[in-house]
């Protein structure tokens, strides 16, 4: 069993609706939450941090935290062509493996206008 | 702020030849920096983890010897892929962490003909 599942999509869909991606995991020390977009052939971009359980919102990227469940997703709201990327989850167990991050494969994600 | 450089983007080279991929951080200091490979529709495989100063940590199942790296000071890391083989094509991507966050680099991919 892999640590972290991600579902690899494809996901299209129009212009403004609401997105919603998720990842699982196994192991039960993870605590730090990532989710990077990447766009083809470039490097991932940090898109939002999180800690624990819980929620947090930026602008219309919301992030969830669910322990319990081992179970996050990240929500975008009025989905834009430019959100049109893969993005990855990622996670770390924190204390001394911090930086240790473990990645789910990605989504690809297709807005169409 | 926390832009991470990669150089070269692309590079062709010969098998059994030896190549050298820069990661720089532009405008922090990393006193971590990370190695990983990606392959096709594919997560990030954490190839190494290298601390400024001090020897590279190697993920298991990555050969040390094929894969070296050196980490001369708090903006710099390379990554030399010695005697490549075709099975090294893949695309390089580096990481610095600063408080925890890693910000990624654009990439580099590698093609061994």
């Known amino acids: 069993q892999k640590e972290v599942e991600q579902d690899p999509g494809p996901l299209s869909v129009p212009e403004g609706a609401i997105v919603s991606l998720n990842c699982t995991y196994s192991?039960?020390?993870?605590?730090?939450f990532m989710w990077y977009r990447q766009y083809s052939r470039k490097g991932p971009e940090l898109l939002m941090y999180?800690?624990?359980?819980g929620n947090k919102e930026d602008g219309r990227f919301t992030a969830q935290v669910d322990k319990s469940s081992k179970y996050i997703s990240l929500f975008i709201r009025d989905s834009q062509p430019s959100d049109s990327a893969t993005y990855l989850c990622?996670?770390?167990?924190?204390?001394?493996?911090?930086?240790?991050?473990?990645f789910g494969s990605g989504t690809k994600l297709n807005v169409k206008p | 702020g926390a832009v991470v450089s990669q150089h070269p983007s692309r590079v062709i080279c010969k098998s059994g030849t030896s190549v050298k991929i820069e990661c720089r951080s532009l405008?922090?200091?990393?006193?971590?920096m990370f190695w990983y490979r990606q392959f096709p529709k594919q997560s990030l495989m954490l190839m190494a983890t290298s601390n400024e100063g001090s020897k590279a940590t190697y993920e298991q199942g990555v050969e040390k010897d094929k894969f070296l790296i050196n980490h001369a000071s708090l903006t710099l890391s390379t990554l030399t892929v010695t005697s490549a083989h075709p099975e090294d094509s893949s695309f390089y991507i580096c990481?610095?962490?600063?408080?925890?966050?890693?910000?990624f680099g654009p990439g580099t991919r590698l093609t061994v003909t």
């Open positions: 999180t800690y624990s359980s």
């Open positions: 405008d922090f200091q990393a006193t971590t």
């Open positions: 990622a996670m770390s167990a924190g204390g001394y493996n911090f930086n240790k991050f473990y």
């Open positions: 192991n039960s020390a993870f605590q730090y």
């Open positions: 990481s610095a962490s600063t408080g925890g966050e890693q910000y």
